[in-house]
């Protein structure tokens, strides 16, 4: 289940017979009597805010003591009084991230009597713990998109949780990894709710759900929902284990992603542009021979770079050859002047086909075929061609590349 880093519902037993029983199972355990007058911290907001914030400029929060809390939870529950309600007007309140075990000095447990109540499920039942968090709402809630720099396992114990994911490469509008909400979004909740999540999960006291380290989730939750959240160590550990290694593996990711980048920019390219060009009554050729086609791409002008590009995968190569023979000028001026960075960036990429250009083309090697396809450039054109390729290359890296730290690591560049 975990290997995959994906997210999964994960199969549990309820730990209570249902909602009169939650609150019971609560209130009348030692545990609660330990911790009655332990004061906690409890996040707090105007009952117009869409969600609560992680965001720290944002975040409030108010100390009372758990049983004022639990007590004000039972008087909501069973439509009771409670001092607490006289607030209502102007805030409504939320136990989030309450540690009932924490082996982080910096984040000590607030509720340890609590945590022999709610074992952890049975999928992770020998795997050491980070944190054990308690959350209870009073009113329909939601916190806004963020991810975890842990391995989570999400159990409610009452009511019902909602929860929208999105993969880690997601375009999501983070805070600055430097930022002391660098694991926040900065999208606003009508934003993310306009999104079309890549997994959503309802869950309830039959289920629970695996949350991978790094995974954007939004959650929302009914009414007097309580639950608790596991969290163990996932990758991260490995990662930064030895500090003088640190900086290579941040290479490799960021140079992976950007690889990862630039196909995915290719493919929307390439989708944009079919799109485009049917509109325009460009496609389908109305000659599909390679001199057809290459014929009518010299004669198009401004679009004759992006109809190169939808030409199909074993005729490109061809109607490149094509074009360098019996339209020579135009070949020269369209890699000089007339091919966008998004053209030139997928015309080299898929000359570095080799096996495809010999199968394609019949010559007996990939340097007879570079040969014939600068065969109209001389020596001095051949060379400034070189010199425009790699820097129109370099500089579409380089925008691809700004791009991906926005998206990864919210930097702004």
């Known amino acids: 289940m975990f290997e995959a880093r994906l997210p999964a519902l994960v199969p549990v037993a309820a730990l209570t017979a249902g909602d009169e029983d939650s609150t019971a199972f609560l209130t009348s355990s030692e545990g609660f009597l330990g911790h009655r007058d332990t004061i906690v911290d409890v996040a707090c907001a105007p009952p117009s805010e869409a969600a609560y914030s992680g965001d720290v400029r944002l975040r409030q929060s108010v100390e009372l003591k758990f049983g004022d809390f639990v007590a004000y ?12 309600m006289e607030t209502e007007d102007e805030l409504q309140f939320y136990l989030a991230q309450c540690p009932l075990l924490s082996t982080q000095p910096s984040t000590p447990a607030v509720l340890p009597g609590l945590a022999p109540l709610f074992p952890p499920p049975a999928a992770i039942a020998k795997v050491p713990m980070t944190q054990v968090n308690l959350w209870m709402t009073l009113a329909a809630s939601a916190t ?74 939004q959650v929302s939750s009914e009414p007097f929902t309580i639950a608790v959240n596991y969290w ?48 325009e009554k460009h496609l389908p050729f109305p000659d599909s021979s390679v001199a057809g086609i290459a014929s009518y791409i010299a004669r198009q002008g401004t679009a004759a770079a992006t109809l190169l590009c939808l030409v199909p995968n074993d005729s490109v190569h061809p109607v490149c050859l094509a074009l360098s023979a019996y339209h020579p000028e135009f070949w020269k001026s369209l890699l000089l002047e007339g091919a966008s960075p998004d053209a030139i960036e997928y015309l080299t990429e898929s000359w570095d086909d ?29 060379a400034a061609l070189q010199d425009h390729l790699l820097a129109t290359k370099e500089a579409f890296a380089k925008s691809v590349a700004r791009q991906v730290l926005h998206d990864a690591l919210g930097w702004q560049t």
């Open 232 to 279: 163990f160590d996932g990758l991260r550990p490995a990662l930064v284990m030895h500090p003088h290694m640190q900086p290579y593996y941040a290479r490799v990711l960021v140079e992976d992603l950007i690889t990862q980048a630039r196909k995915a920019h290719k493919v929307a390219f390439v989708k944009a542009a079919a799109s485009l060009m049917r509109t």
């Open 73 to 84: 939870y039972s008087a909501k529950c069973s439509g009771g009084t409670h001092w607490l």
């Open 144 to 217: 806004t998109l963020h991810y975890d720099a842990y391995d989570n396992i999400l159990r409610v114990v009452r009511g019902t949780k909602y929860v929208r994911l999105f993969t880690p490469t997601s375009a999501v509008a983070a805070h600055p990894v430097y930022s002391k909400s660098a694991n926040h979004s900065l999208l606003q909740m009508a934003d993310i709710e306009a999104r079309e999540p890549t997994y959503s999960f309802t869950v309830t006291p039959n289920n629970a759900l695996f949350i991978p380290e790094g995974w954007w989730h």
């Open 354 to 382: 080799h096996d495809r250009i010999v199968a394609t083309t019949g010559v007996e090697s990939a340097s007879a075929f570079f040969s014939q396809l600068y065969e109209p450039f001389s020596e001095l054109e051949e």
